[in-house]
């Protein structure tokens, strides 16, 4: 079993910044800029997948009536 730790939204934030900084910034070879490419694609889904889940966690607070603030 991996003992990774999950990412929070900021910290994903924060890498997907760092991947387009070096994208725009640096000279990267074409193999480079296609990893860099996946990468940041791969934290956007992330980042996607994460709202979601809070989405649905406030639609499921608001269904049940419990009062709750932003």
Same mark, same amino acid.
């Given at each position: 079993m991996g003992t *990774?730790?999950? *990412?929070? !939204?900021?910290?994903?934030?924060?890498? !997907?910044?760092?991947?387009?900084? %070096? !994208?725009?910034?640096e000279?990267?070879?074409l193999e480079?800029?296609?990893?860099l490419y996946d990468q940041g694609m791969k934290l956007?889904?992330?980042?996607?997948? %994460?709202?979601?889940?809070?989405?649905k966690k406030i639609l499921v607070l608001d269904e049940n009536g419990e009062k709750h603030e932003f």
């Open positions: *990774e730790k999950k *990412e929070n !939204l900021e910290e994903m934030f924060d890498r !997907l910044d760092q991947v387009i900084g %070096t !994208l725009e910034g000279d990267v070879s480079e800029a296609f990893g956007i889904r992330r980042c996607n997948q %994460t709202i979601n889940e809070v989405e």
